[in-house]
């Protein structure tokens, strides 16, 4: 089955700096990737999702990386902002059927202002 | 907001108790999900429903059974749950098969079994 996990689970950084948060996943077979965030007290929300067929995928203020080699994903948030506060999952999955992703366990970002 | 909508926000149940936990979305979508999430784990899929058919049991024990009348309404009946079943409940909708990825989250229902 796949495994899907991150490699820290807290970073904290200063307000404007750039956050990378990392990931890495078992199966090859995955077709997608995806990152959420998680605000205390609510539900994952999307934020950028990237295909196997990608290396890099922008977005607003976030850039995901993709290396199908070592089966690594990375979240890039730049100008990080105390707004940015939050559990990170990446999640990956196949096509066909529901889309059910595997989620990863959550690196908890901290921005300090 | 989500478009996704459960309730109640919190619970706390006894363990001989019986409860129900509701999920609606007007979204449009077809695809429904009920997660569990512990402190310090994965997200765990419990099952999913598909156009109201259950297509995914993630060998869920029998204490807990989903019930999908329609598309847009899904509930998780729980009886007889023990403390370790204390979690935040999530639900969550998407559509499938149309190239797009992302699932839309509840806010979840804080479970605690006592």
């Known amino acids: 089955g796949e495994s899907v996990g991150l490699h820290l689970p807290t970073l904290s950084v200063q307000e404007g700096d750039n956050s990378i948060i990392n990931c890495a996943y078992s199966?090859?077979?995955?077709?997608?990737f995806i990152w959420y965030k998680q605000e205390s007290g609510k539900g994952p929300q999307f934020i950028i999702d990237i295909r196997s067929n990608m290396d890099k995928r922008q977005g607003q203020r976030v850039t995901v990386l993709l290396n199908k080699t070592v089966k690594h994903l990375s979240l890039q948030i730049a100008a990080t902002q105390p707004g940015d506060s939050a559990v990170y999952f990446c999640a990956a999955g196949r096509e066909g059927g529901s889309y059910i992703p595997t989620f990863g366990r959550g690196t908890s970002l901290i921005v300090h202002p | 907001e989500t478009g996704v909508t459960q309730t109640p926000r919190h619970l706390v149940m006894g363990m001989t108790n019986k409860k129900s936990l509701k999920c609606e979305q007007h979204?449009?979508?077809?695809?429904m999900y009920w997660y569990k999430q512990s402190a310090k784990k994965p997200l765990e899929l419990m099952f999913v429903y598909n156009f109201k058919e259950q297509t995914e049991n993630n060998s869920v024990p029998s204490r807990f059974s989903p019930e999908c009348p329609n598309s847009s309404h899904l509930f998780l009946h729980l009886h007889t749950l023990q403390p370790e079943d204390s979690a935040l409940y999530l639900c969550?909708?998407?559509?499938?098969?149309?190239?797009?990825?992302?699932?839309?989250f509840g806010q979840g229902t804080r479970l605690t079994v006592v």
């Open positions: 199966n090859s077979a995955s077709d997608y």
């Open positions: 969550a909708s998407s559509q499938p098969g149309t190239g797009n990825t992302e699932a839309f």
């Open positions: 979204l449009g979508h077809n695809a």
